[in-house]
């Protein structure tokens, strides 16, 4: 078997979808490793680097395509909605495809793709559990965010992080409010305190409380409850809107008081809920900072802009998407270790299995014999369901 590693095509995008350092293990569990010149030199990593660990390099990204049995990419066709679609006359049937592939986007795209024959899988579904978190390339990304998002709003602010105790007074620490305490709110409250701000976080899962805690931040408890909370595999529910309603009427005088608001509510497969109303904004302070990580799924905050950077009120908003590529190094390395360890799941006897009994086979499998095959897929996209088994 094959596997392929072709540039990333999404404007902007400096990650790679493999990195030298994984290559060995792929190597040792019986598979070949083809790379297109210059795929990992936007994330560091040298084309002689990826020679001297066993990869093959090959001139064009139709050598790539043509060549190996499984391609590997960071975003592909469905998540690159700019240049995604010109992938699909490379690909044939019975290749594999392993990608952030936008499940829950629009489903004439996934419909394209399934007509090329690809068994196709999306790395986004991938269940959140012991047994699959090495395979977890959302929550690599996710805390990548967290991290960057900290460290944006900090070259943003207009004044510093830490306290500081000086010959012209005392300096009081930056306020950090964090709106969702997922993999990425997790982070942001750990890098806003290694920063030396002062971090608070919000979460509508009552789970998350013991969580933030544990990172030294503080837990904001509003007296409301959410219905059915998070999800089976912990991810957060959709609320009515009364619901948010009622969140936003109590969040406010927090996000009054911040120095910083990171917005990290995002639900799968949805458009994210509004938290921070322009009314809240107005309430800032003039220098303050927002940072939306969910600006690709409409924005948490209603002033947001997706790919702008705006001020309103003084308040500085960071629509920025993309954010993990804006660290491609790591990035790169968190999920190049992710795929390589789901390609080495795939294996059996030298060829990739597929069989959906096997949860994370069965999670992350979207297309195959030229349709769409994820059931939830499906049901999300009005789909009828599949007649018989997905297994093989």
Known sequence: MIVGVPKETY???????????????????????????????????????YVSKGARLVPTR???????????????VGSNDMTGDADLPLLRP????????????????LQKLAATG???????????TTRAQSMDALSSMATICGYKAVVLAADTLPRIFPMLTTAA????????????????????????????GVASAYDLRPVAKEQVQSLGGRFIELPIEATDAQDSRGYARAQDETFYQRQRELLGRVVAESDVVITAAVVPGAKSPVLVTREMVATMAPGSVIVDLAAERGGNCELTREGEIVVEHGV????????????P????????????????????????????????????LLTRGGDVVHPRVREFSSLPPLAGSRSA
Not at 62 to 76: E, H, K, N, P, Y
Not at 339 to 356: E, P, Q, T
């Open 169 to 196: 007074g005392t300096i009081t620490p930056a306020r950090v409010f964090i709106i969702g305490a997922g993999v990425a709110g997790l982070q942001a409250i750990a890098t806003a305190r290694r920063l030396g």
């Open 316 to 327: 500085t908003i960071h629509g920025t998407i993309n954010l993990a590529s804006t660290v």
């Open 118 to 128: 690809v068994t196709s899988y999306a790395i986004e579904l991938m269940p959140r």
């Open 62 to 76: 139709a050598d790539v395509f043509r060549t190996a049995d499984v391609i590997t990419q960071v975003l592909g």
């Open 329 to 364: 190094y790591h990035a790169s390395q968190m999920y190049a270790k992710n795929v390589s360890a789901f390609l080495i799941h795939l294996l059996k006897d030298g060829a990739l299995r597929v069989n959906v009994d096997d949860p994370i086979i069965g999670e992350t």
């Open 94 to 109: 019975g290749q594999n495809l392993i990608a952030f592939l936008r499940p829950f986007g629009h489903i004439e795209t």
């Open 11 to 49: 404007p902007g995008e400096q990650r790679v979808a493999l990195v030298p350092a994984v290559i060995p293990n792929l190597l040792k569990a019986g598979l070949e490793v083809v790379v297109e010149t210059g795929a990992g030199a936007a994330a560091a990593h040298r084309d002689e680097d």
